[in-house]
């Protein structure tokens, strides 16, 4: 059971944040910056929740989870972006 929950909260992170930097991606306007812009925010934003955790009881720190935020993000705009080059 244990196994499953960790595999549970690795998806979870890649999910999420995938689907958060998609949504930051189509929010900007399109320039030549739109993509890195966009998953280094992400990438940000999951470094900060990972920051803040260390004040939470019972939560840490885990440079994994960031990794698989920014991997998230990065995958979902890459797949975004190819389905919009075949329309």
Do not use: C
Not at 61 to 81: E, M, Q, R, Y
């Amino acid at each position: 059971v244990h196994q499953s929950m960790a595999d549970f909260m690795i998806g979870g992170h890649f999910f999420f944040f995938g689907v958060q930097g998609t949504l930051v991606y189509l929010a900007m306007p399109k320039r030549a910056f739109t993509v890195k812009i966009a998953v280094l925010s992400t990438s940000l934003y999951g470094l900060l929740i990972e920051f803040l955790q260390l004040n939470i009881p019972g939560r840490s720190f885990g440079i994994s989870d960031w990794v698989l935020d920014t991997l998230g993000a990065l995958a979902f705009i890459f797949i975004l972006k190819k389905l919009q080059s075949r329309l």
